[in-house]
C-alpha cells in the first residue's frame, strides 16, 4: 500500500482528487451559453429565447437586466433552473 508521505504518490493523488473536484464544479454551475431573445413579457419578467441549433424555444426568467427583441443574453443555471444573466448585446 503506497504512502502519502511518498512525494510522486501524493503528486498523484493530488491531480486525481484536484480532476475529481473540477468535475463536480462543472456538474454544478456548468458555463454559460449564449441565446437571442425572440420575445419579451414584462408582466411575468421572461424572455423567450432560442439556442442557436436548437429548434425549441425557451421562456427563463430575467432579473434587473431588461433585454429587448434581437439581443443576445448570457443564460446561467442547470437545466430546470435557468436564468437570463445579462444582456450581452
Not at 29 to 42: G, K, L, M, Q, W
Amino acid at each position: 500500500m503506497a504512502e502519502f508521505s511518498d512525494y510522486n504518490m501524493a503528486a498523484r493523488m493530488k491531480a486525481v482528487i484536484r480532476g475529481l473536484v473540477v468535475d463536480v464544479l462543472t456538474q454544478l454551475a456548468p458555463p454559460p451559453r449564449y441565446a437571442e431573445v425572440i420575445s419579451v413579457n414584462t408582466t411575468t419578467r421572461r424572455a423567450t429565447v432560442s439556442y442557436p441549433g436548437e429548434a425549441v424555444n425557451f421562456a427563463l426568467p430575467y432579473g434587473s437586466a431588461v433585454p429587448s427583441v434581437g439581443s443576445v443574453v448570457r443564460v446561467l443555471g442547470v437545466s430546470g433552473a435557468r436564468y437570463i444573466d445579462d444582456v450581452v448585446g
